[in-house]
């Protein structure tokens, strides 16, 4: 049983999909399906049931995986402490981040880290955030930027307030509230929504918004994508609210405006609190001083 083979078939159980599970690791998916073969082999079971549109893990396999998972995070962990121990940053970083943000740049983050410890291998995973606690708590992800409806900090991670995100009202070039400046939420109540499903964190900053307001809409379109609800929002089928940092940087597709009573979504950075990773720990503290380092200009006067 090799280390590569376990993150293969991490892998595949993260993705329900061997020609994705491929691409993430970076390799053919042909290597990848043997490699996962042979350890199915060795095993004596099988770890997925496979057809050609479906895969998903045998109960042996849905046993197997936490161990596979604890396997490589101790793999991980001695390779860290024996860098540490030379004085030199190496193994994994895994980050987490929600499509987008406004109060830390996380590219930038990345760059400066990557400049400071080449050797450490980076993977980005974006996901919503409610997805990206789960990761965190497991220890699948070590350090993940969320985007909430609130400002409390989720439990069993550790967690730091980043600051708050103002949403704005997006609409088509041609709708008839293109060029407004600011409008009131009730106007836009008799428009078609798209959102982000029912029950994420990100549909949950508009609908407490329109629900503080004593107000009711119309979703009539769900996507997770964040591109598929910026072409129903040109395409004139919707109307939506969006992170500032959005709105501005897709203006010439779409009008924005400031909305009150104002909605805002609070940006969170989590991280693994059980034994971080040196790599982890670093990070963390980049992030950290960005956003000190932005607020310092804010309050310049």
Not at 48 to 69: I, K, N, Y
Not at 120 to 149: K, M, N, Q, W
């Amino acid at each position: 049983m090799e280390l590569q083979q376990l993150r293969y078939v991490v892998a595949v159980a993260e993705t329900k999909h061997f020609t994705r599970a491929a691409e993430q690791c970076h390799v053919v998916q042909s290597a990848l399906s043997h490699q996962v073969a042979v350890l199915e082999r060795e095993l004596g079971y099988a770890l997925f049931a496979r057809t050609s549109r479906r895969v998903a893990l045998t109960p042996a396999g849905e046993a197997f995986l936490p161990h596979a998972l604890a396997a490589l995070d101790a793999a991980a962990s001695a390779a860290s402490a024996g860098a540490a121990a030379t004085g030199e940053i190496r193994g994994t970083l895994t980050i987490g981040t929600i499509p987008t943000t406004g109060t830390v740049d996380v590219p930038a983050a990345l760059a400066e880290f990557r400049a400071r410890y080449p050797a450490v291998r980076i993977t980005l995973r974006t996901h919503h955030s409610d997805r990206l606690i789960e990761r965190v708590r497991a220890g699948r992800i070590d350090v993940a930027v969320l985007g909430l409806p609130e400002p409390t900090l989720p439990e069993d991670v550790g967690a730091a307030l980043l600051g708050a995100e103002l949403l704005m009202g997006v609409v088509s070039r041609a709708h008839r509230l293109a060029g407004r400046r600011r409008v009131p939420l009730a106007q836009l109540t008799a428009e078609p929504f798209v959102d982000f499903p029912a029950g994420s964190p990100a549909r949950a900053q508009s609908d407490r918004a329109f629900a503080s307001a004593g107000l009711e809409r119309d979703v009539q379109f769900e996507s997770s994508a964040l591109d598929s609800s910026l072409r129903l929002i040109e395409a004139g089928l919707a109307v939506g609210l969006l992170p500032a940092v959005v709105a501005q940087r897709e203006s010439h597709r779409i009008a924005a405006f400031s909305v009150s009573p104002t909605p805002r979504r609070h940006e969170v950075l989590i991280w693994n609190a059980f034994n971080p990773s040196p790599a982890a720990e670093r990070f963390r503290e980049i992030l950290l001083a960005q956003r000190a380092a932005g607020e310092q200009r804010v309050a310049r006067p």
